[in-house]
């Protein structure tokens, strides 16, 4: 006999401030989505000083304020997940716009599988420069994949990796394992952790693909660097990661694609944003031992050190 039922319901929590036009574009592709599921899109804001909050009121969305100061990667996704509707919980940045109508289907279908805590997309680059669109590209192939932790106790780096820029889970899982809120960022990949750590599976699924990337430039590559850095020393156990062979192989492979498709003038530039990536994410992994003060020069979050140091 046919089902006919229609699919569990899901709640789209995305995280805005300042979003301008990107959180139209992505606004306008979420939906847009073909879908028989119920559907709540939950727009956090966190005081927003554009015109960004006139336009999410003109949606028929949910809409919760937040001040700036109290933002959280771990702590404001607990809240929307805390406020949403429907079993399954759809994590996204204000800047990552589907790049099709069946995003949102190919993002759940793991979920069915009760083995599968979490599932996260393809991120697809936009106008953005050679050392970003690589990034990406390395990051986020063509070929789906399962991973499990089974019986490693200090699983690798690349074991745990998760992004909540597109990503999803049914709510019992969150409740199970809900983010790390004392991380700066990378709440992600300790959720991942602990997910797996639990028995479940993470999916990546590369159909569900959104068009996101930075256009970071020196200074905001290192900064954002730095708080990975002293977020992933937390998650991985104080294992330094990724070894000086691997972050070299990268670097070449980089520099050869530069040579290719552009000209030898980018091959500066590909060195000196290598190297302040990787000095911003080695001086994060010392960062028990560097002064508030100085934590706060080097983050892209500065309120978020002022906050941990007074609990």
Known sequence: MKNDAAPAGCSVIILSYNGGAAIRETLTAVLSQETRRAVEVLVI????????????????????????ESFGHGATRNLGARLASHPLLVFMSQDAAPTDARWLENLLAALVDPKVGGVYGRQAPRNTHICERFFLEKTYPSVAARRSLGPVQRPALKDLFFSNVNSACRREVWEQCPFDESLVMSEDQQWAKDVMGRGYEIVYEPQAAVYHSHNYGITGVFKRYFDSGASLRHVTGGKTGLSWRHNCAYVLEELRLAVREESLLRAPYVLLYEAARMAGYSLGRLEPWIPLWVKKRLSSNPAFWSRSSRK
């Open 45 to 68: 804001d966190s005081g927003s000083s554009d015109r960004s909050i006139e336009y999410l009121r003109s949606l028929p969305i949910a809409i919760k304020e937040i001040p700036n």
